[in-house]
Nanobody
Framework: QVQLVESGGGLVQAGGSLRLSCVAS????????MDWFRQAPGKEREFVAG????????DYANSVKGRFTISRDNAKNTVYLQMNSLKPEDTAVYYC?????????????????WGKGTLVTVSS
């Protein structure tokens, strides 16, 4: 049974930092490109960041570029999202997702597995 379990969300003031983690089980982690998505209240789920299977290639949404960093540790079956300089508009439920492929994609329908999400709230 495949599971993706996110952690690290919480309440933080604007300008602060958080690090999200997502641990995968039931899959060969290194076979999967990993992504982070987020969904704010009343909005559609959107791509935040992605990382290739080996970790050499990353991609970011323009809204987080320069503030967020995605990384992975294949030995620990874990993908991370370091979020700095947080803004109130970053408030959302953050989801990790796994896609069995070489190419980072932005499309929700391309993801093979999803976590249940972790809530990030940024106060002004």
């Amino acid at each position: 049974q495949v599971q993706l379990v996110e952690s690290g969300g919480g309440l933080v003031q604007a300008g602060g930092s958080l690090r999200l983690s997502c641990v995968a089980s039931g899959v060969t982690f290194s076979d999967y490109t990993m992504d982070w998505f987020r969904q704010a209240p009343g909005k559609e789920r959107e791509f935040v960041a992605g990382i290739s299977r080996g970790g050499a290639i990353t991609d970011y949404a323009n809204s987080v570029k320069g503030r967020f960093t995605i990384s992975r540790d294949n030995a620990k079956n874990t993908v991370y999202l370091q979020m700095n300089s947080l803004k109130p508009e970053d408030t959302a439920v953050y989801y990790c997702a796994a896609q069995r492929g070489r190419i980072i994609t932005y499309r929700l329908g391309d993801m093979d597995y999803w976590g249940k999400g972790t809530l990030v709230t940024v106060s002004s």
